[in-house]
């Protein structure tokens, strides 16, 4: 963990992602694993279009709050870019890692006409000026390849961890997706892991 | 699945608050859970309910949080121990009865928790709980761990049989809905019912109220000595701090961690309170004697400090000068939820030193970056909800009615039409079925030159937990309102709980589904129901009934739930907008769908000039079919 | 439109026209889109259109006018320096067919102009008004005489009709007539003349048929006055007999009810009062009672269309023609004239200064000619 203790990810995106989800298997992994955890989430009322926000803080010598201080996040899992970036205003700083999904959930301000959602330019440019190390991943297409959008959130976590900037690998998440998932799904979504473990290393940094 | 009954004890598992409540309760032997879906409460009778069989116990989710607390006392009576949940209102509601099982006093354990949601974001109002306690003169326990909440709440049950008396445990968002590894106990079997066997005629009344007024009072007094020995109060720091944190609840992260990041924990102690009343009072002055500043961190209301100040008042002498810091000297807002930012500038203030800043040319930078762009996402009604249909329909007879008409509001997912999701539509927002409370009133001014039509609006699940006794206050003294209620059969907003309209109960077995319109018939009333999803007959039927000023009239406008109907069956229709035709920006149409009406399904696209359907939103309802001035929406079967 | 009338939106529509009771009900604004939609005797107004430009604002007869301009759209030529508008011939007039007078409020000389328009095919819709349910009336398009019999008769309630008219321009209709009052016959100028690049069909109008108007009267307030004195059901024709009588007169299956013409007054639509056309200026035709001569109307003939029209009609036996006597239009001129100077007074008294005509100010040019002083 790099001296980091308590480690602090934020994982965000809109409701209906599977965040909180993402934020759980992290959690039990890495309790699994022998650490604490704590895990904070602020819903804007997630299913009805609202943004959700999971404060993950990871330690091995005690409990941490459920909350990051603003500019405290060491890493930063965004499954939607407009998210990404909201949380990276807020929490981010120069030292931090953030691996986004490129796709777009728009808000209502955007369907409705009333403003413009910032570009995929735009976006990169962003993540990079903002912090130390970035990926803008295209996991719902990739899921979509696979089959289903909703592989999006696995194949993300499975980018985290092939960041490096999770302690632990792909063993400590096996066992938890074996438990919370039907037993016909367990390969569809390994493979979705491993795919974001491969985005991660084989695309070294786009931005 | 593993749950909370079959986790293995010595295990450390990743549980939410409310989780790890309600493990404690098990582990306690709780035999007896009752609630009313409230957040920041819902999962802890949530997750027992789901346990029940496995577990061997009784779970139910009540008509209201009195009722639930009455139910859970008759548990407790008869020498079942029992807890029910609830979030800041329902304590309210629950008072009354609350007011008068303090006097009684209890068999069994009996322990509610009340769960607050500071800044309101999921309430109507923002309401500190813990001074129920003080009023009613009950023990009340504030957990400010995970690994608290499951050890507190099996203590409270111990507290509760050895008092003979409710013990209350508070919780508040950030504890009850996150999330932290626990080291779980042993759970203990529910103990068999007993008998309801009174040792004397007054055991299980309140009365005569002056006697057990007294004997309260030497409960609470008793509870006193307990905790000045309890495991859950503590002390860090240095035995003379130059600054002593007194602090409760998830006041006690925010403060530990505030005092690492300014370096201070040589200098400042941190006192942790988790018996926040009554108030240990030896341990407490014991420690405000070693220091001369206390700064006091808790949710919402200054209801520790303010006990403290009382406390220290009563015993000057002992403590020598002290100066209080907190919300009484506004360096912690007295408003609002608690954030690690807020502890770290007000223990940086009172120490007198500078805040740990962020980088400023990171900040500006960011800004700078994403200050246009990130616009919060506006909450509102899902794609296919059937109350953006209502209030569409709402909206138009209102204005065509022309008097003025006005809605009453109430608590659900619709409360959302306080806002752009449902047109403003809604003027008051205040308590469960205070809506039609606030109509039956109105209805009455007619005689003092008062022309406004009054529509109350109000869910199928508060239509049984406080608007009926309201509806019949209406009928009963011949007030002029509609009354608009919303079937949607969900208690959607706080997790699609099941009510009983819905035909379930809180352990998935099928029960009587209780019959609303039969109900409403039953008093006498003029009754009609409509499809929201039937935008010209539901407009039409509100402009009659507001029209007709005879008395009491309901409207049922019932349709499922979007997220309930997209799990049990797939998309009536699949929507396309055909561009040739739409109107888009030009006079005739103006985007009346997407800039309007609002569905998230309907999106703009600028770059050909027409709105488009969001494949992946939409939920194939097929309504904006009907609203479109070119029938540029088409509607397929799918 | 002229340089100096700029046409704007709803929202403007609102303020200038609606906020300022000045909405005559014509209909104009509304059968065009989902925002403006009269019921019950108001026009109602759903949601905010935030367009800048609308038709609603164009179209309206109560934004601003340029009487000159529409006269020459209308015409061909300026407005002119005469009470009763643009005119060719002022004559009297009935209905020939028995059947067609016994319907009709005095000699059916709308009605039957308007049947004749239908068989002979210069139309193949016409646009009247007819009541439905007690006095609320309504817009109605019909396309055969039938159609035009059932709607005969004068209600004096406003009737937003032009919101018919714009729905069947929009619709498979071709060749549309229109039977107008005052403002809706200037709202109809308006849509010939506007700017705007929709242009809303109005190339499917045909003919204009307007009526002779002093006031109309607001729906619901009178209805509810109305309906305690006689069913609403029960109505079958209202009529205002001429001066000295000062009575409103309502019949129904039984005795006729006589109300006492000055509280009918009551419930006149405020914007009346800022009106000066009392005989349909911007008409083919204009028709309306011929005092002192029962079962015959007054016809002032004034475009081409319209004189070919009154000449077919005529010559094919549908129409009898005579000519006025001179009493009568001396009468008529008079009565135009006084409303005319009535309306330019209540505008002033309205927007408080001479110099603001309100709706009208675009138009001092034009009628400075008849009435010195403006």
């Known amino acids: 963990m790099e001296g980091k203790d308590p480690l602090n990810v934020i994982v965000t995106g809109v409701g209906g992602q599977g965040n909180v989800l993402i934020a759980q298997l992290i959690g039990r992994a890495m309790v699994r694993a022998g650490y604490h955890v704590t895990i904070g989430e602020t819903y804007g009322a997630s299913q009805r279009g609202g943004a959700v926000m999971s404060h993950l803080r990871i330690s091995l010598d005690a409990q941490y709050g459920p909350l990051i201080p603003e500019g405290g996040a060491h890493v930063i899992l965004g499954l939607e870019p407009l998210e990404t970036l909201r949380v990276l205003a807020q ?83 096996e066992p938890e997706l074996r438990e919370s998932l039907p037993a016909g799904k367990l390969d569809l979504n390994l493979k979705a892991f491993r795919k974001g473990i491969h985005e991660v290393s084989a695309a070294g940094e786009p931005v | 699945m593993a749950s909370i009954a079959t986790y293995a004890p010595g295990s450390d598992q990743l549980l939410m608050g409310n989780e790890a ?17 409230g957040t920041p409460s819902s999962e802890i009778i949530g997750s027992l309910a789901e346990a029940a069989k496995e577990a061997g116990i009784y779970a139910e989710w009540s008509v209201n949080e009195k009722v639930a607390l009455e139910a859970a006392a008759a548990a407790s009576f008869a020498g079942v121990r029992a807890i029910v949940a609830m979030k800041q209102n329902g304590i309210n509601v629950a008072s009354d009865f609350l007011m008068t099982l303090n006097l009684t006093g209890t068999n069994a354990g009996l322990v509610v928790v009340a769960s607050d949601d500071p800044s309101a974001h999921s309430s109507t109002n923002e309401q500190d709980s813990r001074p129920i306690a003080k009023w009613a003169d009950l023990p009340l326990l504030e957990p400010a761990t995970f690994q608290e909440a499951k050890d507190m709440t099996r203590w409270a049950f111990e507290v509760s049989e050895e008092l003979k008396t409710v013990c209350l445990v508070r919780g508040v968002t950030r504890v009850s809905h996150a999330r932290g590894d626990v080291r779980l106990g042993e759970p203990m079997p529910p103990g068999q019912a007993g008998r309801f066997a009174p040792t004397s005629p007054i055991q299980f009344a309140s009365l005569p109220a002056p006697l057990k007024h007294n004997l309260m009072h030497q409960k609470l007094a008793k509870a006193k000595e307990l905790f000045e020995s309890s495991r859950f109060n503590w002390y860090t720091g240095p035995e003379k701090p130059d600054l002593l944190v007194v602090t409760s609840g998830s006041g006690w992260f925010y403060s530990l961690e505030a005092v690492k990041a300014l370096g201070r924990e040589d200098s400042v102690g941190i006192l ?123 909206k138009n007879a209102l204005k065509l009615d022309g008097r003025g008409g006005f809605v009453t509001g109430d608590i659900g997912c619709y409360t959302m039409a306080l806002g752009p999701a449902g047109y403003f539509q809604l003027k008051t927002v205040q308590a469960m079925g205070s809506g039609t409370g606030l109509a039956s009133g109105f209805g009455k001014l007619g005689a003092m030159g008062f022309k406004q039509p009054v529509v109350a609006v109000c869910g199928d699940s508060t239509f049984f937990h406080a608007a009926i006794p309201a509806l019949i ?130 999106a703009w696209d600028s770059a050909s000039g027409a709105a488009r359907i969001d494949e992946v939103v939409c939920s194939g309802c097929g309504v904006c079919a009907d609203i479109c001035p070119a029938s540029a929406i088409i509607r397929e079967v799918a | 439109m002229s340089p100096g009338i700029e046409i704007k939106g709803s929202q403007a529509l609102q303020d200038e026209v609606r906020a300022r009771r000045l909405c005559t009900l014509c209909g104009a604004c ?107 009336p309504t817009g109605r398009a019909v396309r055969d005489e039938a159609g035009v019999l059932a709607c005969a008769g004068s209600n004096f309630v406003a009737s937003p009709t032009l919101e018919t008219f714009n729905r069947e321009a929009a619709g498979d209709a071709q060749r549309i007539g229109v039977v107008a009052t005052p403002c809706q016959t200037l709202a109809l100028a308006k849509m010939r003349a506007s700017p705007l690049e929709n242009r809303n069909n109005i190339d499917k109008l045909k003919l204009v ?13 009178f209805a509810d006055f109305l309906g305690e004195r006689v069913p609403l059901d029960q109505i079958v024709k209202v009529d205002i007999p001429p001066p000295p009588a000062n009575v409103f007169e309502v019949y129904t299956d039984s005795t006729p009810v006589t109300i006492p013409l000055d509280q009918v007054r009551a419930f006149i639509r405020p914007t009346c009062n800022a009106c000066i056309d009392m005989t349909a200026e911007f008409a083919d035709v204009s028709v309306g009672a011929a005092e002192g001569v029962a079962g015959w109307n007054t016809l002032i003939v004034r475009s081409e269309a319209g004189a070919k029209l009154v000449e077919a009609a005529r010559a094919g036996g549908a129409l009898e023609v005579e000519p006025l006597p001179d009493a009568n239009l001396a009468h008529l001129k008079e009565a135009a004239l006084l409303k005319k100077k009535r309306g330019l007074s209540n505008i002033v008294e309205a927007s408080g200064s001479k110099d603001d005509l309100l709706y009208l100010e675009a138009s001092r040019e034009a009628l400075r000619a008849l009435l010195s002083g403006v």
């Open chain 1, 91 to 173: 929490y981010g700083n120069p030292e931090v890692t953030v691996i986004a999904n490129s796709r777009p959930v728009h808000p209502l301000a955007v369907t409705t006409g009333a403003a413009e959602y910032p570009g995929r330019e735009q976006i990169i440019r962003t993540l990079k000026q903002l912090s130390s190390r970035a990926w803008l991943l295209d996991a719902t297409d990739i899921a979509l390849g696979l089959g289903a959008g909703i592989l999006a959130n696995i194949v993300m976590l499975g980018a985290l961890v092939g960041s490096g900037a999770l302690p632990v690998g792909l063993e400590a998440f």
């Open chain 3, 30 to 136: 509304s059968g065009m889109c989902p925002y403006h939609v009269p019921y019950q005797g108001r026009m109602v107004t759903l949601d905010d259109c935030n367009l800048a430009q609308g038709r609603c604002y164009a179209f309206c007869p109560r934004t601003p006018v340029d009487l000159n301009l529409l006269s020459q759209t209308v015409f061909g030529t300026p407005y002119p320096a005469s009470e009763l508008g643009t005119a060719k011939e002022v004559l009297m007039a009935r209905a020939a067919a028995d059947a067609l007078r016994s319907r009709a409020q005095y000699g059916g000389t709308v009605s039957a102009l308007v049947a004749f328009a239908l068989r002979t095919g210069l139309i193949d819709t016409a646009v009247l008004t007819t009541s439905d349910e007690g006095a609320l």
């Open chain 2, 21 to 37: 409540i309600a493990r404690g309760a098990l582990e306690a032997g709780v035999g007896f859970a009752s609630a009313y879906p």
């Open chain 2, 272 to 394: 942790k309170v988790g018996t926040t009343w009554p108030l240990p009072e030896k341990l407490v002055l014991g420690r405000l004697a070693q220091t001369e500043k206390v700064l006091v961190v808790e949710e919402v209301d200054a209801f520790l400090e303010n006990n403290l100040k009382e406390l220290v008042g009563g015993n000057l002498s002992s403590v020598g000068p002290l100066t209080f810091y907190g919300k009484g000297s506004e360096h912690l807002p007295a408003y609002g939820e608690l954030n690690p930012d807020l502890v770290v500038q007000a223990l940086a203030s009172v120490l007198g030193i500078e805040k740990p800043a962020r980088p400023s040319e990171y900040v500006e930078k960011a800004q700078a970056l994403t200050g246009l762009v990130t616009h919060a996402r506006v909450v509102g009604f899902c794609a296919g909800c059937p109350h953006r249909a209502t209030f569409w329909s709402v």
């Open chain 3, 209 to 221: 048929v307007g009526l002779f108007c002093t006031w109309a009267l607001k729906y619901r307030d």
């Open chain 2, 473 to 602: 206050n209406g009928v009963y003294n011949r007030s002029n309102f509609t009354m608009l209620i919303l079937d949607n059969s969900a208690t959607a907003m706080t997790g699609f709980q099941p009510h009983p309209g819905t035909g379930t109960n809180a352990m998935g077995e099928p029960t009587a589904a209780v019959d609303i319109e039969a109900l409403c018939r039953a008093l006498g009333v003029r009754v009609e129901v409509t499809d929201p999803f039937d935008l010209k007959g539901t407009t039409e039927k509100l402009l009659g009934l507001m029209a007709d000023e005879g008395g009491v009239r309901v409207l049922i406008s019932r349709r499922k739930c979007a997220l309930v109907r997209a799990r049990q069956e797939k998309a009536a229709y699949r929507m396309r907008v055909d561009s040739e035709r739409c109107l888009g920006e030009s006079c005739g149409c103006n985007r009346l769908c997407t800039r309007v009406f609002q569905c998230p399904g309907l």
